[in-house]
């Protein structure tokens, strides 16, 4: 047997053990190790790879458990005769290379000049990564959540999480969202109204496939999230941008007579933070009845609410079923999980419900039960009240280190949130100091991102304090100070 298949790697977060199993099993499927052929001995392999015997003789019992190996007597361990294999194995095609085919024409929404926030894989070996909705894990309960996972996979649970809900969601998770998230935002709606959606993103894409066409007038706030304005350019060019100031979406009148959608963050603007206040809400509702338009409203950022009594929703006040809820657990669990929820008329819900169900017929049924008892059991209060603590101290740290080093706060959030909105010099050039920054292990949202217009603003950035701790704040901003004043 090679060696080589059985280098395992200390610095990998997988157990020697699980690594072992993987390698054998590998080599196994790909014929490397072929039916009847004899591995290593214990003492062998624990010997070349300096590890304990123990760890071998585990992996070789766990692999004949599962089928892939043998026992025999006086002879170790063998591949099992029945151990599936690559059908095909190590056979290389002989077919000469033939030209490819061109692929740009054939796709019908390509993706080019699409901006996104870049966000590295990596992030965590940054020291000061001011990242925008990356979770960190020291402020999340993670035995509790554990548990409730091994809960949901309990004889008692599994025979329902294991099935295909078809065109339904888990109703012990879609009635703690009835009960509980909605009324806490002055919504009451019966779990019939509620679907459950891969996180608020998936919930913007159903409601935009289903409202939105070429000829659709589609209201987008600006900066926004960009995601959203990607999805709407893909189905529409007919976009009118609205400017956002201290209480969020400017009601230009005018313009919003021509269209037919809105979306608005009216909570906690994405990414300024700031919050309409309730006058404009209601002025908002006015003018959509007014104007016959409809409203997406995306509750962005509602549980990071830590510094003031929060608005109830724009959907609460929505007497004519014009606006349609869009919600998620991305900020306050892990975004991760991707579970989000939307919420609005009987007509849109059962259309989504359709055409989700087309897509990817229903979320994993196990991440919803898993969060139905998180909920159900206090741990996402406990989370919620923790997260809160940990926010508001180093949102506090935070503004007093901006304020020290001169970075300007244009985000004036009335609530708390995860995030600062930065204006810079005039002739800062946010892209460019992203740039600068990663190289010099600093983290941050570049601004160009967030708009949609041309003329737009470059000297804007979006900084986080979710990811990281408290102690490396100050030491950042001050980079970030210090590389702006070089540029300029």
Same mark, same amino acid.
């Given at each position: 047997?090679?060696?080589?298949?059985?280098?395992?790697?200390?610095?990998?977060?997988?157990?020697? +053990?699980?690594?072992?199993?993987?390698?054998?099993?590998?080599?196994? #499927?790909?014929?490397?190790?072929?039916?009847?052929?004899?591995?290593?001995?214990?003492?062998?392999?624990?010997?070349?790879?300096?590890?304990?015997?123990?760890?071998?003789?585990?992996?070789?019992?766990?692999?004949?458990?599962?089928?892939?190996?043998?026992?025999?007597?006086?002879? =170790?361990?063998?591949?099992?005769?029945?151990?599936?294999? *690559?059908?095909?194995?190590?056979? +290389?095609?002989?077919?000469?290379? +033939?030209?490819?085919?061109?692929?740009?024409?054939?796709?019908?929404?390509?993706?080019?000049? #699409? &901006?996104?926030?870049?966000?590295?894989?990596?992030?965590?070996?940054?020291?000061?990564? %001011?990242?925008?909705?990356?979770?960190?894990?020291?402020?999340?309960? @993670?035995?509790?959540?554990?548990?409730?996972?091994?809960?949901?996979?309990?004889?008692?649970?599994?025979?329902?999480?294991? =099935?295909?809900?078809?065109?339904?969601?888990?109703?012990?998770?879609? *009635?703690?969202?009835?009960?509980?998230?909605?009324?806490?935002?002055?919504?009451? &709606?019966?779990?019939?109204?509620?679907?459950?959606?891969?996180?608020?993103?998936?919930?913007?894409?159903?409601?935009?496939?289903?409202?939105?066409?070429?000829?659709?007038?589609?209201?987008?706030?600006?900066?926004?999230?960009?995601?959203?304005?990607?999805?709407?350019?893909?189905? !529409?060019?007919?976009?009118?941008? %609205?400017?956002?100031?201290? @209480?969020?979406?400017?009601?230009?009148?005018?313009?919003?007579?021509?269209?037919?959608?809105?979306?608005? !963050?009216?909570?906690?603007?994405?990414?300024?933070?700031?919050?309409?206040?309730?006058?404009?809400?209601?002025?908002?509702?006015?003018?959509?009845?007014?104007?016959?338009?409809?409203?997406? /409203?995306?509750?962005?950022?509602?549980?990071?609410?830590?510094?003031?009594?929060?608005?109830?929703?724009?959907?609460?006040?929505?007497? &004519?079923?014009?606006?349609?809820?869009?919600?998620?657990?991305?900020?306050?669990?892990?975004?991760?999980?991707?579970? =989000?929820?939307?919420?609005?008329?009987?007509?849109?819900?059962?259309?989504?419900?359709?055409?989700? @169900?087309?897509?990817?017929?229903?979320?994993?049924?196990?991440?919803?039960?898993?969060?139905?008892? %998180?909920?159900?059991?206090?741990?996402?209060?406990? +989370?919620?009240?923790?997260?809160?603590?940990?926010?508001?101290?180093?949102? *506090?740290? #935070?503004?007093?280190?901006? /304020?020290? @080093?001169?970075?300007?706060?244009?985000?004036?959030?009335?609530?708390?949130?995860?995030?600062?909105?930065? !204006?810079?010099?005039?002739?800062? *050039?946010?892209?460019?100091?992203?740039?600068?920054?990663?190289?010099?292990?600093?983290?941050?949202?570049?601004?160009?991102? %967030?708009?949609?217009?041309?003329?737009?603003?470059?000297?804007?950035?979006?900084?986080?304090?979710?990811?990281?701790?408290?102690?490396?704040?100050?030491?950042?901003?001050?980079?970030?100070?210090?590389?702006?004043?070089?540029?300029?």
């Amino acid at each position: 047997m090679k060696e080589i298949l059985f280098e395992l790697d200390t610095s990998l977060p997988a157990s020697l +053990q699980a690594q072992l199993r993987e390698k054998v099993v590998n080599a196994i #499927m790909s014929r490397a190790l072929a039916p009847g052929e004899r591995l290593p001995s214990s003492r062998a392999l624990s010997k070349h790879l300096k590890v304990a015997r123990n760890t071998v003789t585990l992996a070789y019992q766990a692999l004949a458990d599962d089928g892939y190996l043998t026992p025999k007597p006086r002879s =170790g361990y063998v591949v099992n005769e029945d151990a599936p294999v *690559n059908p095909l194995g190590f056979t +290389q095609s002989t077919k000469p290379t +033939q030209e490819k085919i061109e692929w740009a024409h054939r796709i019908r929404t390509p993706s080019r000049g #699409m &901006k996104v926030v870049d966000k590295p894989l990596n992030w965590r070996e940054y020291e000061y990564p %001011f990242v925008y909705g990356q979770a960190d894990f020291n402020l999340f309960s @993670h035995s509790e959540w554990r548990d409730c996972a091994r809960q949901a996979l309990g004889a008692r649970d599994f025979g329902a999480l294991a =099935g295909d809900f078809g065109l339904n969601d888990d109703p012990m998770l879609v *009635n703690y969202i009835a009960s509980h998230s909605l009324p806490q935002r002055g919504i009451y &709606k019966v779990p019939e109204h509620v679907l459950v959606t891969l996180g608020a993103q998936n919930a913007l894409f159903l409601v935009a496939e289903l409202m939105i066409g070429p000829n659709t007038v589609v209201g987008l706030e600006d900066p926004c999230y960009p995601d959203f304005r990607n999805i709407i350019k893909t189905r !529409t060019e007919k976009i009118e941008f %609205f400017d956002v100031d201290e @209480h969020g979406l400017v009601l230009d009148e005018e313009k919003l007579a021509l269209c037919d959608v809105v979306f608005v !963050t009216p909570s906690h603007q994405s990414p300024t933070t700031v919050t309409m206040p309730v006058e404009r809400r209601k002025e908002l509702l006015r003018l959509a009845e007014k104007y016959d338009f409809v409203i997406i /409203e995306d509750d962005y950022e509602f549980e990071m609410n830590f510094l003031g009594s929060p608005s109830p929703a724009l959907k609460s006040m929505d007497e &004519k079923a014009r606006v349609v809820y869009i919600g998620s657990f991305s900020k306050s669990l892990f975004p991760g999980l991707r579970l =989000g929820y939307l919420a609005g008329p009987d007509a849109l819900i059962d259309e989504a419900r359709k055409l989700r @169900h087309l897509m990817f017929r229903h979320p994993p049924g196990h991440s919803q039960r898993t969060a139905a008892y %998180f909920m159900a059991l206090g741990h996402y209060g406990a +989370q919620m009240r923790k997260l809160k603590r940990s926010y508001s101290e180093r949102r *506090n740290v #935070m503004s007093a280190a901006l /304020e020290k @080093h001169g970075l300007v706060d244009s985000s004036a959030a009335k609530f708390g949130g995860t995030s600062f909105w930065i !204006t810079g010099p005039e002739t800062m *050039n946010s892209d460019h100091l992203a740039t600068v920054l990663s190289e010099k292990s600093v983290l941050i949202d570049r601004g160009s991102s %967030f708009f949609g217009r041309t003329d737009a603003p470059s000297n804007c950035f979006r900084i986080a304090y979710s990811s990281i701790d408290s102690s490396r704040i100050e030491a950042g901003i001050a980079l970030i100070a210090e590389t702006i004043a070089e540029l300029s």
